[in-house]
């Protein structure tokens, strides 16, 4: 087989492993304590959850306190602190306050 | 005053290490040293040891991509353009080219600041909303320019994939592998792989004539201030999308590729005092230790231009010695020391998922060198994420 065939389909196996392995990643569940409009970004802090969420968009999302969230994202270190950069959001349910 | 000078020496003495280790960006460092820079507060002293180190790695960093991962002259279309320099003995003349295009932005900058400073705040808004049309735009031409087209689509395509996959995946810092593995031990191993000898080095006078010297300083001034406000796109794109429309022999493309790569760090500090973004992470970390404001962006231009007049001599002796010594020792062995010293820094700062971008990275830019395709299309591994970001 020439070497640059050989290269190519490592090339590709690698590419699809990692597709592979992004796909898998553990997401965040939790309900919503406080939700933050900004210029051109959202952040979102859950009830079980230390670091705080980030969404880089200038939509108003259909989002309240007290919603049950799932997301995916990555870690980011801002000043310090660890936050995470949001990917994907989904509203699982709402927890009516129990106050 | 001792503390400042101090800080810009120290700066320097780190670009000057960023710069000579292959793969190591100084985005990189910026971000590594974050912390220990805001707990020291001083924020002018920070500024200036940052802008030091950001502007020394960009005169230094020719000197590794020229005198290491040779490809032998089979592969010349894959090679870097400072590579073909070193096969003929002239990589001391690769580097002092880059070095005039360093020089050149350093001046050009203090032409830019007042036109920027006017146009900028201005016209980004528009171009901020158009920026995933114009990276396309961009691209086009850049495949356009190429007489064999389906090959660097292919690669294009498939740097795109991996980069928005590491982007979007659990590895910290994934930029880290995803470039080494791209640019920095591809390159290695195929030279290894090849066999490289490297002819003796000459250490001769640069002959350019200064006429020769005008048009890449004219195209530096129209492109690096566009290149600056377009994410995802490097100094060899922006070089050769310039020699698009402006021929340049191979000594002035030198001399480009070296004034782009100043001046957009340069550039970068000021976008971020006017339009409170910037593509590098250098100014990023410089924003996120302090405010800029008028004064701190005094202090960095300050600090470019004493830092470019110690970098002069800096940069010639480093590149002499790399000279007169390349073909003394064995360049296999050069070799493996640098893979070993970029595997390390990738498990220590990106993990085991970073290892796995690194060899698959490495893995598509061997490819790209075999199937003779200009290297600079694995920037789709930061474009095509970048193009999806911006589109609407």
């Known amino acids: ?99 | 005053m001792l503390s400042l000078i101090l800080a810009m020496f120290l700066g320097i003495f780190a670009g000057t290490i960023t710069g000579l280790i292959p793969g190591i960006h100084i985005n990189l460092i910026a971000i590594i040293l974050l912390p220990f820079l805001i707990a020291i507060q001083n924020t002018t002293l920070a500024v200036i040891f940052i802008s030091a180190m950001a502007i020394t790695h960009t005169f230094i960093d020719f000197i590794p991509s020229t005198f290491l991962g040779a490809p032998n002259e089979d592969t010349a279309l894959g090679v870097l353009p400072g590579h073909k320099f070193l096969m003929q003995g002239k990589g001391h003349e690769a580097i002092k080219l880059t070095l005039i295009g360093s020089i050149i932005a350093v001046i050009s900058l203090i032409i830019i600041i007042p036109i920027f400073i006017f146009t900028v705040p201005k016209i980004y808004p528009t171009i901020s909303q158009m920026m995933g049309f114009i990276l396309i735009w961009t691209t086009i031409l850049l495949i356009l320019n190429e007489k064999q087209k389906i090959i660097p689509i292919i690669i294009f395509l498939l740097a795109g994939i991996l980069g928005f996959a590491a982007l979007n995946s659990t590895a910290t810092q994934p930029i880290l592998p995803l470039l080494t593995g791209l640019f920095g031990s591809s390159s290695i191993i195929y030279s290894m792989k090849n066999k490289t000898v490297i002819p003796e080095q000459k250490i001769e006078k640069l002959s350019i004539q200064k006429k020769e010297i005008i048009k890449p300083t004219l195209t530096t001034i129209i492109v690096s201030p566009i290149c600056s406000l377009l994410p995802g796109l490097g100094s060899s794109q922006a070089a050769i999308i310039s020699s698009m429309f402006s021929k340049q022999n191979r000594e002035q493309f030198l001399i480009l590729l070296g004034s782009i790569n100043t001046l957009v760090i340069s550039i970068s500090f000021l976008t971020l005092f006017l339009i409170q973004k910037s593509r590098t992470g250098t100014a990023i970390a410089i924003s996120q230790i302090t405010q800029i404001n008028p004064s701190t962006l005094t202090t960095v231009i300050i600090t470019i231009v004493a830092t470019s007049i110690i970098c002069i001599p800096l940069t010639i002796s480093l590149s002499k010695l790399f000279a007169r010594n390349i073909n003394k020792i064995s360049y296999t062995k050069i070799s493996l020391i640098t893979l070993t010293i970029l595997i390390t820094i990738t498990i220590i700062f990106s993990g085991i998922f970073g290892l796995l971008i690194l060899v698959t990275s490495t893995l598509l830019g061997i490819t790209c060198i075999e199937l003779q395709a200009k290297k600079s299309f694995l920037m789709g591994a930061l474009l095509i994420p970048t193009i999806i970001y911006y589109l609407p």
């Open chain 1, 1 to 99: 087989m020439k070497q640059s065939k050989l290269f190519f389909i490592l090339s590709l196996i690698g590419i699809l492993a990692i597709i592979i392995l992004t796909q898998n990643q553990n997401p965040i569940t939790g309900k919503i304590t406080s939700i933050d409009y900004s210029n051109n970004k959202i952040t979102i802090q859950l009830e079980n959850h230390s670091n705080e969420l980030i969404i880089f968009t200038s939509k108003i999302l259909n989002l309240s306190i007290n919603d049950n969230i799932i997301v995916e994202g990555k870690q980011k270190k801002y000043k310090n602190e660890t936050q995470i950069i949001i990917n994907k959001i989904e509203k699982l349910s709402h927890s009516p306050d129990k106050s």
